[in-house]
């Protein structure tokens, strides 16, 4: 691979790759410079002049699931450089990277893993014909003739690839179709959670971050949707450059590629992923240093927006008003013709998948408390109470169990519009509405759990206990059945803006766009860097298109086919006192309830000495380790074969016998704790609150502060991992937080 890279990326055109990518950063980054004023300074209009929202009938988990491994199990994964398929140890912990280690022993050892995946921006195919399609797509001219060797070869039926357009790309493979679905689901969750990667409580840097992405695109005319808006800032970033860099390297390179057509597509990927590589490292660098300058500036921006608000926002409104009185007649004929009457099909459209999903979720969360209480009457009551609750608590982090809700908005399909409005991909549609779905889950459980934790403070009997839990169930029913329809009413309306605003402003630009520097002399000097024209143009063509959206979402409302609430159904502090137990310390089932004197999982009560060694907290690790459980061995899906020395795993020529005697045997769950770049904690560390009305960083569109309704308070987020280089002989525990490295795959 070396060889290759020096002939085609020698130092000129390494160089060039380095300008090139420089020029794109430096005009991306004046927009991010300019947006963040104006970002910093709606952030804090709005915490001055927010109106109180309805708040959330469910409670959120303020304290994150960590220290959990969401799916563990051996798959084997193809080498590139041997060209042999190798059996690796592999864990999803709660972050959702991929870990690989070399087996699990290793793991067991805390040996540093071979690769941490992070998977933003990735699809998953489950066929190599697939797979195929898309590398000949991606380099034109290289179609292998029928009876040619293709670029992969995969022992069996089942193969799991993660492709993507300018990275790296992974290949595995199971044994049975049941490994394959499950290891699609959960490496399906490791993408929509690792595309989700700006974090939902930065309500400066994410906005300012999403609306310069927006910007920038829009001056090279590129509206609507954009699929590669995936993982973290430096992740976005990198793609952004590589939109652009790679097809003009593609037109430079793809010719002078020498060898058969498999050869030449193998060339192209090793080429396609060095080069996105150097562009990380160099996004990575320039971005930080924007990003610390403006952080540096931000408490001299905030005194000024404190001083001088009032005369900030009269400067706006009259900017406004002379915009609006400029483009209105224009842009309520562009809707009037173009986009009003589409509306209600797009809404019918998002709304019926969307719908069957968290009617899904619901239905989810029912069987499994019910079947929860079932287990209690045969099988013994408060006495296993913990251990069922503890299962119940990870109910939204099982990939298998959340499948059938996720499936749902698989539907969704905008057949003829989708063309009409320019949206590339419905992808950010579905993943935004299925990472709701799980919120909601989690959110009903969480609530579940604080009531039944509440009831259990009275001593009730077995019966009594029953009682309760089918109340509790119907209570938290009724709440979960307001919040979804609160929730998905406000991603109907962001949908809607996703969709309709760019063609706007596509339709308006030939007469508009040009006008609008004749407006700039309106704003004072003091306050350019807080008021745009055209983030200002922007809303007031949306304002144009508002109403309808809104209309249409309150008269699918009233159908009764998708369970929403009406607007005048406002249930303000229906529960106040639930609220207030949201307040208390976590709760710890597996300590707090068990049989046998110490906690569910075999740890010791709280009223044990307090210093527990490394040992016992392996030990108890080893036991939550796995959150998927097999629900027909009753063992966490681990698929590892019978011991094998690591020189037979080295050497294995014939992964068909391997992946026969990966079947034999199930291995208990992982010992050891998975290092998070810190050491093992009892329980985790509480992460900062968010304000309830914080929008979605991940969406392009987002509501203006007056429209806004219906928040949910947000979720704290993970932060992603990414793959990284370790050193074999190493023995030092693994760090999988982008502090470390994020989004850059390195093959070890």
């Known amino acids: 691979m070396g060889d290759v890279l020096s002939t085609h990326l020698d130092d000129a055109r390494r160089q060039h790759i380095a300008d090139k990518t420089g020029k794109i950063l430096t005009e991306f980054l004046h927009f991010y410079e300019d947006q963040y004023g104006v970002a910093l300074f709606n952030s804090m209009r709005h915490e001055i002049e927010a109106t109180g929202v309805p708040q959330a009938q469910l409670l959120w988990r303020k304290v994150p699931l960590e220290e959990r491994i969401i799916f563990s199990g051996n798959l084997f994964q193809y080498q590139e450089d041997n060209k042999k398929w190798r059996n690796r140890f592999s864990l999803v912990p709660h972050n959702y990277g991929l870990v690989l280690y070399e087996n699990k022993v290793a793991y067991e050892r805390q040996v540093p893993p071979r690769a941490v995946i992070n998977s933003a921006g990735y699809k998953i195919l489950t066929s190599i014909d697939q797979y195929l399609e898309l590398v000949s797509n991606c380099l034109p001219g290289t ?120 050869e030449r597509q193998r060339l192209w990927i090793q080429i396609s992923d060095a080069v996105y590589r150097m562009v990380y490292e160099q996004a990575k660098e320039r971005f930080e240093v924007v990003l610390s300058k403006l952080q540096l500036a931000r408490p001299a921006m905030e005194a000024v927006i404190r001083t001088d608000m009032d005369q900030i926002i009269t400067s706006k409104e009259h900017l406004a008003n002379k915009i609006r009185a400029f483009i209105l007649p224009k842009a309520e004929v562009c809707v009037r013709n173009h986009v009003q009457p589409y509306i209600p099909s797009i809404l019918e459209a998002l709304m019926v998948p969307t719908s069957q999903g968290f009617t899904e979720v619901r239905d989810v969360f029912f069987k499994e408390v019910t079947d929860m209480n ?75 759990e604080t009531l039944l934790h509440q009831e259990l403070g009275k001593g009730p009997t077995k019966e009594e206990l029953c009682k309760s839990i089918q109340r509790i169930l119907e209570r938290v029913l009724k709440k979960y059945d307001y919040d979804s329809s609160s929730v998905r009413k406000r991603f109907f309306r962001e949908a809607l803006l996703q969709i309709t ?106 009223d044990a000495p307090e210093a527990a060694t490394l040992s016992e907290k392996r030990r108890r690790a080893k036991q939550v380790v796995s959150v998927v459980q097999d629900e027909e061995m009753g063992l966490p899906f681990e698929t590892s074969p019978q011991p094998l020395s690591p020189a037979s795993l080295d050497s294995v020529t014939e992964p068909c016998d391997m992946l026969a005697q990966n079947l034999q045997a199930e291995s208990p769950p992982p010992a050891g704790p998975l290092l998070n770049g810190a050491p093992a904690q009892e329980s985790p560390q509480p992460v900062a609150d968010s304000e309830a009305s914080s929008p979605p960083s991940s969406l392009l569109w987002h509501l203006p502060p007056g429209e806004a309704a219906d928040h949910e308070p947000p979720k704290p987020s993970d932060q992603e991992t990414g793959e990284q280089v370790s050193n074999p002989s190493g023995c030092s525990p693994i760090h999988t937080t982008t502090e470390d490295s994020a989004g850059v795959q390195t093959e070890f």
């Open 143 to 262: 179609t292998s003739k029928s009876g040619t060797a293709p670029i992969l070869k995969c022992p069996t039926q089942f193969p799991l690839i993660l492709w993507h357009p300018s990275a790296r790309h992974y290949y595995f493979c199971m044994m049975t179709e049941a490994e394959q679905d499950k290891w699609q689901a959960v490496l399906q969750d490791c993408i929509r959670h690792c595309n989700n990667g700006i974090p939902e409580d930065s309500k400066v840097e994410g906005p300012a971050f999403t609306d310069a992405i927006r910007m920038y695109r829009q001056s090279k005319e590129l509206y609507g949707t954009w699929e590669m808006l995936c993982g973290n800032e430096v992740q976005i970033l990198s793609n952004l450059v590589m939109e652009e860099l790679g097809p003009e390297l593609k037109a430079e390179l793809a010719p002078r590629l020498k060898g058969k057509p498999q």
């Open 374 to 448: 079932l287990n209690v009457i045969n099988e013994g009551g408060v006495d296993k109470l913990g251990e069922y609750m503890e299962k119940l608590s990870q109910l939204a982090y099982h990939p298998i169990k959340m499948q059938s809700c996720y499936e749902k908005m698989e539907l969704l399909r905008l057949d003829g519009l989708q063309q009409r409005f320019d949206v590339s991909s419905t992808s950010v549609f579905k993943q935004r509405a299925q990472i709701h779905m799980r919120e909601q889950m989690d959110n009903a459980v969480y609530t579940f």
């Open 501 to 606: 605003i760019p063609f706007l402003l596509r339709k308006l630009a030939p007469t508009c766009k040009s006008e609008l520097p004749r407006f700039q002399e309106l704003i004072f000097e003091d306050f350019a860097r807080f008021i745009l024209v055209e983030n200002t143009y922007e809303e007031v063509v949306l304002q144009t298109v508002m109403k309808d959206i809104m209309q249409a979402v309150k008269e699918a409302a009233v159908q009764r086919k998708h369970n929403l609430y009406r607007d005048s159904m406002v249930m303000h502090n229906s529960d106040p006192n639930l609220h207030l137990l949201a307040e208390g310390t976590p709760i710890d089932w597996g300590e707090e309830y068990s049989g046998d004197g110490t906690g569910g999982n075999g740890s010791p009560c709280p």
